[in-house]
Structures are given as C-alpha cells and as structure tokens.
C-alpha cells in the first residue's frame, strides 16, 4: 500500500479538539505549549473550552488546526515509530492545511507554522469588510460547469470557483450580489444544492489580494527546508519538495482555487492508494470517496484512531 498523509482545513474545528490527545500524550501536550508560547496566546484552552464563536475564528482556526495535526503526528512518531520519511511517499493539506503538511514534514517549525497562520488569518479576514464578500457551495455541478456559473454570474464583479472539492461539490467565492446570482443561476443549470456557506470572507478569490501580499512579506521572513516527502500543492495540484517554489506557492494560494479533487487524482496517478487524514475531523476522508472509489481513507483523529492506526501498520 503506497500512503499519503493529508491534513484538514477550516471548517473542520470543533470545541474540544486536540483534548483527549492532550489529556493521553505528553508529547500531544508539549505541541499545544509550543503554540500557545509562538502565538503569546492560551490558543489550547480555546480548542478544549471554547467559546466556539471564539474558535471559529479564522486567525484561531487555523492556527488550532495546524496544532492538533501536528500533535497527532507527534504521538504518532513518539509512540508508535512512525516515520513520515518511511510510511509515506507524499503530503497534501487543504487550504490552511498544507501549511501543516509542510510542518509535518519538516518544512516549518511549528512555531513558525503557528505564526505564519496567525497572520494568514488575520490578514484574510482584514482583506475584504464583513459583509462585502460572501461563499456558496454548489453542489451537483461538475467544476467545469461551476467555473462557467461563476462567470456568468460575475457582471463586472469577482466571481470565481474558489474550491474543487470532490466530484460535483464546488465552492465560489467573490463579491456578496455577484455569488447570490452564481447561486441562482446554479439551480438553473441543474445544481442539486446551491447555498451560502457561513464564512466571514471570500476565500481564494482575488479580494485575497490584500492578504497574499502580506503573506508574501510574511513567508519570505521565514526559514524554510526542502521536506521530506514531497508535498502536492493546491495551486498546481502537482508535487514539489523546492522550498522557493513552495514559497511561492502559498503566497498564490491565498487567491488561488483549492484544485483538491485534482490534487486527489494526480495522488492516485503517482501511486497512491491509502490516503490518511492527520488532525480534526473527517472531512478529507469523506472526499476521497467522492473522489475515487478505488481509493482508501482512513482519519486519524483521537488515542482509539492512533492505536488503531498503528496496529494496522
């Protein structure tokens, strides 16, 4: 079996998460302390307590993310032996999450991670005013036929596929009239679902603009290692281990589409077949599905999905 890991994105934050790591794993511990010391903030009391309006967040959701991630590749490593080096061939995170690809690989310290999503939250939110931008799932359109709703229902305004999630589950993003039209037009078109996505900005759209530029003077600040494995980036949905490159590529990826389904498939062309969900949540696991069904998902998440893990290996 040739695995990938593949690390969440926002949306799959929970109050509570990263607690029973926590509460089982010392080295799951010294993770959460890292991050809290990088951020100068007690960010692990918000993930175990929340309030989870608080969590949500996007400077505290992803830099949370990023954190239970890398405690679960932590245990994994101090526990049970795991290697990334050795028990995977390459590394893929959505959106934020492939900055915790990168920190689990050895590209950032965590500290560094921590920081860098911080700011790329901050930035993200303070890029366009509430209300101005908005999001909205399409759900049964394939991507080709969402990027053109999306242009049609731009009219001068942005309006652009801003994720390619999984086989007819496209995400747009762009200025509030303009996705209110995509989603009307969608339903024209035959879109099972259309509906606004409760986010506080437009993601991955260029009203981003703002935001990758201060991640560009943000990242070229940072020391940053080939990692090792390589990982498979959003923008191109095509591997990379050249740290400038990679650079360059999570600055582009803060307007840039989320090519997910893509990056699935280019996996399964390079051999993969296991594909193994490090951090919060299920969402990625259930995309594989979606996606191909002669593919594996498995998540890691808790002790119980550790064990479980490990054991099978």
Not at 59 to 87: I, W
Not at 97 to 110: C, K, M, R, V
Not at 198 to 215: E, G, I, N
Request: hydrophobic content about 45%; overall charge negative; some cysteine.
């Amino acid at each position: 079996m040739t695995r990938a890991l593949v690390f969440p994105g926002q949306g799959s934050q929970a109050v509570g998460m990263g607690k029973e790591l926590a509460d089982a794993f010392p080295v799951a511990r010294e993770v959460f302390q890292e991050v809290d010391d990088a951020l100068s903030q007690k960010l692990s009391a918000l993930m175990f307590e929340g309030p989870e309006n608080e969590l949500t967040l996007t400077e505290n959701a992803q830099p949370a993310l990023m954190a239970v991630s890398l405690a679960v590749t932590r245990v994994l490593e101090k526990e049970g032996g795991f290697t990334l080096t050795d028990k995977c061939d390459l590394v893929a995170g959505h959106s934020l999450g492939e900055y915790s690809a990168l920190a689990a690989a050895g590209t950032f310290a965590i500290s560094d991670a921590a920081r860098l999503l911080k700011i790329r939250g901050q930035a993200m939110q303070a890029a366009v005013p509430v209300g101005v931008g908005a999001m909205a799932a399409l759900l049964g359109l394939d991507y080709v036929d969402a990027v053109a709703v999306a242009e049609e229902a731009a009219q001068g305004e942005v309006c652009t596929a801003a994720n390619d999630n999984a086989s007819g589950q496209v995400v747009v993003s762009g200025h509030k009239a303009a996705v209110e039209r995509a989603i009307e037009i969608a339903k024209e078109k035959g879109a099972k679902r259309a509906v606004l996505l409760p986010v506080s900005a437009p993601f991955h759209c260029a009203l981003m603009q703002p935001a990758a530029d201060r991640m560009e003077e943000a990242l070229g600040a940072v020391t940053m290692n080939a990692p090792g494995k390589p990982v498979v980036a959003n923008v191109t949905a095509e591997k990379t281990d050249d740290p400038e490159t990679i650079r360059k590529l999570l600055v582009e990826q803060v307007c840039g589409t989320v090519r997910w389904r893509e990056s699935v498939l280019y996996m399964k062309e390079q051999g993969i077949t296991d594909l193994v969900e490090i951090g919060a949540g299920k969402v990625l696991t259930g995309m594989v599905r979606r996606i191909d069904r002669d593919l594996s998902g498995t998540a890691v998440n808790g002790p119980a999905d550790i064990e479980a893990f490990l054991g099978a290996l």
